[in-house]
């Protein structure tokens, strides 16, 4: 991360390796986090007559995206579902078999396929357990490069989407992913906060024959968890040349949404 939201944004590394993802409602739903459900049409749209590749979800946590995307589920509705004392009382295997027999009967967008990249190992586990992943690699690509089954699981992948992700991943994880995917045909949506710079990985990119557009607009991400958060963000979009009025001003993140596709 960068910026004086390196330092103030509030951490949330204990709930992305619970072995399944209630604390991650519990903490970011009150938060009205949202960009998964922002992104869902967009992706949608990037996405037509283009499902005979699968998705690859970058920082993909508990399969928060596969869940909008295939089963039209966010997480405020999650977040009801946890608050049922009967499921609040399960086990993580327990609850991991409920919520799988949960998104198979919300199953809406079977034809999509989504792949799954985290670091978080649990996640990853509860995520593919749940039906939401076809299959996903628990990797860190800021610090190695992929391993032989993450390079050949993605091989054919025709659309990479990344929610929540930039800031934790950068130019390093996308050129690496890069050197394995296949860049014909290829598409990217990446939802990016307004506090992070998107211009090192759209060079990246640019370097693959990729180019990069900004959606027009800004997409509510999330609540402020406390004023340090808002101070620093304030600061780092202003620092960017950016205008916080009516966005981060307001008690909001804001991310900008980039889409690559080959040239
Ligand atoms: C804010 S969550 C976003 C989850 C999901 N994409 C969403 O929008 O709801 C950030 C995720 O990034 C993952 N993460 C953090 N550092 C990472 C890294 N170096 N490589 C891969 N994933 C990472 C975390 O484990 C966590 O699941």
Request: contains cysteine.
């Amino acid at each position: 991360m960068t910026g004086r939201t390196a330092e103030s944004k509030a951490d949330f590394s204990r709930i992305y390796t619970r072995p399944d993802p209630r604390e991650f409602v519990a903490a970011l739903a009150p938060l009205s986090y949202q960009v998964p459900r922002l992104a869902r049409p967009i992706v949608e749209e990037e996405l037509a007559g283009r499902t005979d590749r699968p998705v690859l979800d970058v920082c993909c946590s508990y399969g928060v995206n596969s869940a909008q995307l295939r089963c039209g589920v966010d997480l405020a509705e999650l977040a009801d579902r946890y608050a049922d004392p009967a499921l609040a009382a399960l086990d993580p295997a327990a609850l991991t078999a409920a919520d799988a027999a949960f998104f198979a009967q919300r199953l809406v967008a079977p034809e999509v396929t989504v792949l799954g990249l985290d670091a978080s190992a649990p996640a990853i586990g509860y995520a593919r357990a749940a039906g939401l992943l076809a299959d996903g690699w628990a990797e860190d690509l800021e610090s190695a490069a992929p391993s032989a089954a993450l390079a050949a699981g993605i091989a054919d992948v025709g659309t990479v989407v990344c929610t929540g992700g930039v800031g934790y991943v950068g130019e390093r994880t996308f050129g690496r992913l890069l050197d394995v995917l296949d860049p014909a045909g290829l598409r990217l949506v990446v939802f990016v906060l307004r506090v992070f710079d998107y211009g090192p990985i759209a060079e990246v990119l640019a370097g693959r024959g990729l180019v990069t557009e900004k959606r027009p607009g800004t997409f509510p991400q999330r609540r402020f968890a406390d004023a340090a958060e808002q101070e620093a963000a304030v600061h780092d979009v202003r620092a960017r040349g950016l205008d916080p009025a009516g966005r981060e001003a307001d008690g909001w993140y804001h991310a900008e949404c980039f889409v690559s596709r080959p040239a």
